[in-house]
């Protein structure tokens, strides 16, 4: 089954607006990645926090994890149209190294 | 360029045809992974090989079969393809645990089942 469940399903913003994205997950987890998906494209990894961290950042973006709620969040901040994609969290659990993923937000950042 | 490369890219079977995907990355990687992304879903996993010589079963892995050829190399074969099978494949390599860099993805192959 699925590990992560991301929220919302579907966003639109303005261009320049943050946008927020939440991941839900089940169990204990190594690390918890974020990938974005352009239409038709494969994954780009985008950021890895690491169960021990509680918030990281990388230019435009910041991550949050929260191990007692099982829960990480996204931040895109000032949004360009080029952010349009699907952003997609993932865990990797303990004691394997397979990585589950959730069903993704979908972006539309509008000029 | 370094990365993934998925052979082929577009594929259309008839129901019970075999085929063989193809993978192979050059960074060195000792974990590979076969993953099927399905309309409006996430990416599930169908095999993984933690590294040279070793595979096992993830979320989905009845109907495929996988060969770690060498460490550079990872294949995916389904030898009776069913209508279900229509997704597209990506495969993807890392070190263990997705260390610093994360994974690593190939542009994925679309396949039809029809």
């Known amino acids: 089954s699925q590990q992560g469940e991301e929220d919302p399903q579907a966003l639109s913003i303005q261009e320049g607006e943050n946008a927020t994205m939440n991941c839900s997950y089940k169990?204990?987890?190594?690390?918890l990645q974020w990938y974005r998906q352009n239409s038709g494209r494969g994954l780009v990894h985008l950021i890895l926090?690491?169960?021990?961290?509680r918030e990281k950042h990388s230019g435009r973006l910041r991550v949050t994890l929260d191990t007692s709620k099982k829960s990480s969040s996204l931040l895109i901040t000032a949004s360009r149209a080029a952010d349009t994609a699907s952003y997609f969290c993932?865990?990797?659990?303990?004691?394997?190294?397979?990585?589950?993923f959730g069903a993704g937000t979908r972006l539309t950042v509008k000029p | 360029n370094a990365g993934v490369t998925q052979t082929p890219k577009f594929q259309v079977l008839k129901t019970g045809q075999s085929m063989t995907l193809q993978c192979a990355q050059d960074?060195?990687?000792?974990?590979m992974y076969w993953y099927r992304q399905d309309p409006g879903m996430g990416l599930r996993l169908i095999y993984y090989?933690?590294?040279?010589?070793?595979?096992d079963k993830g979320e989905v892995p009845n109907g495929y079969n996988v060969s770690r050829l060498n460490k550079r190399e990872f294949s995916l074969r389904l030898e009776s393809a069913a209508p279900s099978q229509t997704s597209v494949y990506f495969c993807a390599s890392s070190e263990w645990g997705g260390d610093a860099w994360g994974y690593t993805f190939g542009s994925g192959t679309r396949l039809t089942v029809v």
């Open positions: 960074m060195n990687h000792n974990s």
């Open positions: 169990t204990s987890i190594n690390n």
């Open positions: 926090i690491r169960s021990n961290e």
């Open positions: 090989s933690a590294s040279e010589g070793t595979t």
């Open positions: 993932a865990t990797v659990l303990y004691n394997n190294n397979d990585m589950r």
